[in-house]
């Protein structure tokens, strides 16, 4: 009768236990987890992104600045990065680097020099304009702000303390769009990640078809990869006043 009623009760077990089972693998995570890794940018090779960048670089120039006398009577100098924007000679840099500036001297990535016949900024974009007399120039494309997303690539190039390290180019993404910070007035503000470096304000943003998306104008301070930029939509409405007063040919 024992021996019975334990065949039973085991038989039981096993029952319950099959109906179980199932629903316990079912919540266990399987081990082998294979996963595919997304690629956004498929299409760019890295021929495709070293074609860009020695695409731009020709356009990108090193701004060496000489400002007044300190109380010891040394002229103070500072350095800053622009992109040429214009075959006959218009810069676009930041404005904050032009701002309280006496001689303003523009290297070029070929190694010529110029010194700037005229410059202005202006407070509410920090943009600043350099032009020098010179024609023929390579620049810089023009690109669109509107069609960029979180995560896009993107390249900066610029001058971190001066010629020491001219044209630096850096890598990075999208971070943020439409960012408003305070100190740059009401306007829409381009983050990105690339590393930047004091010296490197002014300098060009690209995304990684050689076109112009932004111009940087500041950091973060304390945050090693936030870097500001102005978008092109500013750069471009601050060029055409420019050309527009002076009676310049727009950039092409």
């Not at 109906?19 to 316990?24: A, D, F, K, T, V």
Request: hydrophobic share 40%; proline share 4%; glycine share 10%.
């Amino acid at each position: 009768m024992i021996k019975s009623i334990l065949r039973i009760l085991c038989f039981v077990t096993i029952f319950c236990a099959a109906q179980i089972l199932p629903i316990i693998n079912f919540y266990t995570p399987n081990q082998n987890v294979y996963v595919t890794k997304v690629q956004p940018h498929s299409n760019l090779t890295q021929k495709t992104i070293k074609e860009s960048i020695r695409k731009v670089i020709p356009a990108c120039v090193l701004v060496e600045v000489r400002g007044r006398y300190d109380d010891y009577y040394q002229p103070i100098k500072w350095f800053g990065s622009g992109v040429i924007v214009s075959e006959n000679g218009i810069i676009i840099t930041a404005g904050h680097i032009v701002e309280n500036a006496v001689d303003i001297r523009v290297t070029l990535n070929d190694g010529r020099e110029y010194k700037a016949v005229d410059f202005e900024y202006e407070d509410t974009t920090d943009l600043g304009i350099i032009k020098i007399d010179a024609n023929d120039l390579s620049i810089i494309s023009i690109g669109r702000i509107d069609n960029k997303v979180l995560g896009g690539l993107v390249f900066t190039v610029g001058s971190p303390f001066g010629k020491m390290f001219f044209n630096t180019v850096t890598v990075g993404v999208i971070s943020g769009l439409k960012r408003d910070i305070p100190f740059f007035g009401e306007k829409l503000i381009l983050q990105i990640d690339a590393a930047t470096a004091p010296g490197k304000s002014g300098g060009g943003a690209f995304d990684f078809r050689g076109n112009l998306i932004g111009i940087m104008v500041g950091i973060k301070r304390g945050y090693e990869d936030i870097n500001l930029c102005i978008p092109v939509n500013i750069v471009e409405h601050v060029l055409d006043k420019y050309c527009s007063k002076e009676n310049l040919e727009n950039v092409k």
